[in-house]
């Protein structure tokens, strides 16, 4: 068991059991994202901050692309159960405590969005020998470096002044999702040699 | 690898050396994490001190909590920290963020501590300070952990300590960059949007308090740290020859030293703050010589004080 994708093949490229595995997971997360911001994005904008998640929707889906292009998949059984249980684990969930079920609704999906965004850090995973020209090694490094930007709609959101009455329970939302996410995360990897916990 | 417990998180630290000697308690600064404290262990722990270390919250392996990390936090947490090396003397270092963590704890819990080193340090927001410290937020949420750490190696270390990493510094930066994470980073930057000066609270710093500021610091430049000098009581403040805000990491051997002898010193009843201004010496084993009579410490060209 290894902290890192590895051991990388002749090329220092990451071994495509790895590849499938890792792409898997962030292509179920983003793509969750991005339909659930697609659905929460109005016809018409009628505020300032659904600008924001116009952009979400677009980059969401420019990350299921990329992955879907920049990865070499192979075929991985256990990918069956797994995605059924990330699937789940991504169905929203208004927050508990909020009175005002649209509030709550965005809220959800905002801790959600935050924890995929803040806890997932594929780019960690690449040992400095990695191949920087392989498509992979390059989509995750942009991955994790835009993933650094989306974060801030959520951050933002999630300080409002809307929310403050609700802090307690949006910290502790936030703080289990954190924990959720990331669990999966290294449970995913897990079965490809990656032992996240070992850090 | 031992863990306090705050509330619901943990705080990783370390301490090393004999269980009943007087104790170092070393605060990282922002993107710090504590293994960059290890010259200074081995150094002070070879002087016959216990050296402790640990991540704040939102560091290294330390929880990170995910939207808030309030300041009143971290000095719980190194008031824990200090509650597990028992009775004996204990002197608070810290850098930058962590000097501040450390001014903090010193004004709330003083009377635990046998001395205070607060190293490229401020007790007040300045205008340039928190106009930086606004760029270097927006830099890190546009730029990332490595984008931040760009901006920060070139503006708080020297030319002579980059020049032979220049063609390296994704190594250098790496861990760093492995162990914060964008999220937590800004948490700890968000720590500020409610800070209050703590200028009014310094005269309360009772313990022998000796302030080092690198000369060419330019983040946190002399005038804050002249604010330090003036309010606390006991206090000398030494300037670092030709040293940037990163001095810690650059001049391990020579803080090391300034470190034990200002201890020894405390320890034997010699150290006297008077307020006095000093100019550390340039290499380990040099003695400090006082700032010249009748020059102002505040300039960079030598100006006559108007008030000798």
Not at chain 2, 33 to 40: D, G, H, P, R
Not at chain 2, 162 to 173: E, G, I, T
Not at chain 2, 204 to 220: A, K, Y
């Amino acid at each position: 068991m290894n902290a890192l994708f590895g051991p990388l093949d002749s090329r220092n490229c990451v071994l495509p059991r790895q590849q499938t595995r890792a792409a898997a997971f962030l292509i179920s997360a983003h793509g969750a994202l991005a339909r659930q911001f697609a659905f929460t994005l109005p016809m018409k904008l009628t505020s300032a901050w659904q600008t924001e998640l116009n952009a979400q929707v677009y980059r969401e889906a420019e990350i299921v692309s990329l992955l879907l292009r920049a990865t070499s998949w192979v075929p991985d059984l256990a990918l069956t159960c797994m995605v059924a249980s990330w699937e789940t684990a991504w169905l929203p969930s208004p927050l508990e405590g909020i009175p005002d079920r649209t509030l709550a609704t965005a809220t959800g999906l905002a801790t959600l969005a935050h924890a995929v965004h803040a806890k997932i850090r594929p780019a960690a995973l690449l040992p400095t020998e990695a191949n920087s020209n392989d498509p992979f090694v390059m989509a995750l490094r942009r991955i994790e470096f835009e993933n650094g930007r989306l974060l801030q709609a959520q951050t933002v959101f999630l300080k409002s002044p809307e929310l403050v009455s609700f802090r307690s329970a949006v910290n502790s939302a936030l703080e289990r999702r954190h924990t959720e996410i990331g669990k999966l995360w290294a449970q995913a990897l897990e079965g490809v040699g990656i032992n996240l916990r070992a850090e | 690898m031992p863990f306090l417990s705050h509330g619901s998180y943990r705080i990783r630290y370390e301490v090393d050396g004999p269980a009943n000697a007087p104790a170092y308690v070393l605060v990282n600064g922002l993107t710090q994490y504590a293994e960059l404290w290890a010259a200074y262990r081995d150094a002070l722990v070879a002087r016959k001190f216990r050296v402790a270390t640990f991540d704040l919250l939102g560091q290294g392996t330390s929880d990170k909590p995910a939207l808030y990390i309030n300041q009143d936090d971290q000095v719980a947490a190194l008031n824990l920290l200090i509650g597990e090396l028992g009775d004996g003397p204990v002197f608070l270092s810290g850098i930058s963020f962590g000097g501040m963590i450390a001014l903090r704890y010193a004004i709330e819990h003083g009377k635990r501590l046998s001395g205070l080193v607060p190293m490229s340090c401020f007790a007040d927001l300045s205008p340039q300070l928190l106009l930086l410290g606004n760029a270097l937020r927006t830099g890190l949420i546009l730029g990332g952990t490595s984008y931040l750490q760009d901006l920060l190696l070139p503006m708080n270390l020297s030319d002579q300590w980059l020049m032979p990493l220049l063609d390296k510094l994704d190594s250098v930066k790496r861990q760093g960059w492995l162990v914060n994470d964008v999220y937590a980073l800004q948490n700890l930057m968000d720590s500020f949007l409610d800070f209050e000066s703590l200028t009014p609270r310094l005269s309360s710093i009772s313990v022998p308090t000796m302030i080092l500021n690198g000369e060419f610091d330019f983040l946190t430049p002399r005038a804050l740290h002249e604010t330090l000098r003036v309010h606390i009581p006991d206090s000398s403040l030494v300037i670092i020859p030709r040293a940037y805000h990163a001095f810690t990491l650059e001049k391990p051997a020579l803080t090391a030293e300034l470190l034990a002898r200002f201890a020894e010193d405390v320890l034997a009843g010699r150290w006297q703050g008077n307020k006095a201004v000093w100019i550390a010496p340039e290499e380990v084993g040099g003695e400090p010589t006082p700032f010249p009579s009748g020059y102002n410490h505040l300039r960079a060209i030598p100006v006559k004080d108007s008030n000798p």
